[in-house]
């Protein structure tokens, strides 16, 4: 005699189901014909302007022509300095009567950094290596082999 097995469905084989439809799904939409970023983008190469502001002496002369630099956060590269144009800081003072005057320090220096990087333009969106958004005015923290700081982007051009 053959028993005859009865198909019951509980909550966790449904679960099963909906996650892996869910990721099918998901992978389609990722790396299937609906994923048109790639085909608006164009490869280019594209040179921003890099300020850095008020940094010590030391930190200042650790950044060379040729260095590669990358976004902090993830680590990912983000370009070669090309240029690199350096001055004395200047800030403020406060004087004796409350006012403030402006003072160039010798011991600080304010940093322009020329940077070039392959990258991608999208909607009008620049990004470094197809990941990094670059904004005029945002605030990037960067590093090289040698030096970590912050700065800001002050213009960018594509080539």
């Not at 085909?39 to 502001?53: A, F, G, K, P, W």
């Not at 009567?97 to 320090?105: E, M, P, R, Y």
């Not at 333009?121 to 620049?126: I, K, L, R």
């Amino acid at each position: 005699m053959t028993k005859k097995r009865k198909f019951k469905i509980n909550i966790v084989d449904l679960l099963v189901v909906l996650v892996v439809i869910t990721l099918i799904v998901a992978a389609s939409v990722k790396f299937g014909k609906y994923n048109t970023k790639t085909d608006e983008s164009s490869e280019t190469t594209i040179l921003y302007t890099l300020n850095v502001l008020n940094v010590r002496d030391y930190s200042a002369n650790a950044y060379k022509s040729g260095d590669t630099v990358y976004d902090s956060l993830t680590g990912v590269n983000i370009g070669v300095i090309k240029d690199i144009v350096q001055e004395n800081a200047v800030t403020y003072e406060i004087t004796e009567d409350g006012g403030l005057s402006k003072i160039t320090n010798p011991y600080r220096r304010d940093l322009t950094l020329y940077i070039e990087t392959p990258g991608t333009v999208e909607n009008n969106a620049y990004y470094a290596n197809k990941s990094i958004e670059l904004k005029v005015n945002s605030q990037k923290v960067i590093e090289t082999k040698y030096a970590k700081t912050t700065g800001t982007i002050s213009s960018i051009n594509v080539e």
